[in-house]
């Protein structure tokens, strides 16, 4: 049933990742999630990835209306023996974000030309962001839940659980929108 993304969910597999084909229409878009970023989030405005620096949801929910496909990506780490997760989290993300990339660039060059991907957590290729312009724009993707995606019930939608307050299981998340 995959077909043409067979390759890339093989190759996801080559980079430790577990790819999920979805139907684009299979992902919620909510403006309820903004409320998540904007209060209560410590790194709200703090990186070009994120709100306000972003495009609003109603601006991404036009432009995923333009795919018909998406790999749901799922990096999952055994944190069990880390001390301090949310010190850890940085070098988790970045390294899950690289391998996701390497996956978008792979979608391209089989001909997936409009392959976006959103990436696990906000952007750190920089210690500190600008906040004026990226100095890394090819590196720069913005979150799934900095434009309104509702992870939690995209995951359920492809038969997934998303599980929260579990420091002992590390599940980075991103979305390949493929077209
Ligand atoms: S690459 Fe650097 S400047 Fe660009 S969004 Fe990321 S942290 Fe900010």
């Given at each position: 049933?995959?077909?043409?993304?067979?390759?890339?969910?093989?190759?996801?597999?080559?980079?430790?990742?577990?790819?999920?084909?979805?139907?684009?229409?299979?992902?919620?878009?909510?403006?309820?999630?903004?409320?998540?970023?904007?209060?209560?989030?410590?790194?709200?405005?703090?990186?070009?990835?994120?709100?306000?620096?972003?495009?609003s949801?109603?601006?991404?929910?036009?432009?995923?209306?333009?795919?018909?496909?998406?790999?749901?990506?799922?990096?999952?780490?055994?944190?069990?023996?880390?001390?301090?997760?949310?010190?850890?989290?940085?070098?988790?993300?970045?390294?899950?974000?690289?391998?996701?990339?390497?996956?978008?660039?792979?979608?391209?060059?089989?001909?997936?030309?409009?392959?976006?991907?959103?990436?696990?957590g906000?952007?750190?290729?920089?210690?500190?962001?600008?906040?004026?312009?990226?100095?890394?724009?090819?590196?720069?993707?913005?979150?799934?839940e900095?434009?309104?995606?509702?992870?939690?019930?995209?995951?359920?939608?492809?038969?997934?659980?998303?599980?929260?307050?579990?420091?002992?299981?590390?599940?980075?998340?991103?979305?390949?929108?493929?077209e």
């Open positions: 049933m995959l077909g043409k993304f067979d390759d890339l969910v093989e190759k996801a597999s080559g980079l430790g990742l577990k790819a999920y084909l979805v139907d684009s229409e299979d992902i919620p878009v909510e403006n309820r999630i903004a409320l998540k970023c904007a209060y209560g989030c410590r790194g709200y405005g703090k990186r070009l990835s994120c709100p306000p620096n972003v495009i949801v109603e601006e991404f929910r036009k432009i995923i209306g333009e795919y018909n496909s998406a790999l749901l990506l799922i990096d999952e780490r055994d944190t069990s023996q880390v001390s301090d997760i949310l010190e850890a989290w940085g070098e988790i993300r970045k390294d899950s974000f690289h391998k996701m990339l390497e996956l978008e660039h792979e979608a391209f060059r089989e001909g997936f030309t409009f392959a976006h991907l959103l990436r696990p906000s952007c750190n290729e920089c210690d500190i962001c600008n906040l004026k312009e990226c100095i890394k724009p090819e590196l720069r993707r913005f979150a799934p900095a434009v309104g995606i509702n992870l939690q019930k995209a995951m359920e939608k492809a038969g997934l659980v998303l599980e929260f307050c579990k420091p002992e299981k590390t599940i980075c998340v991103g979305v390949l929108l493929l």
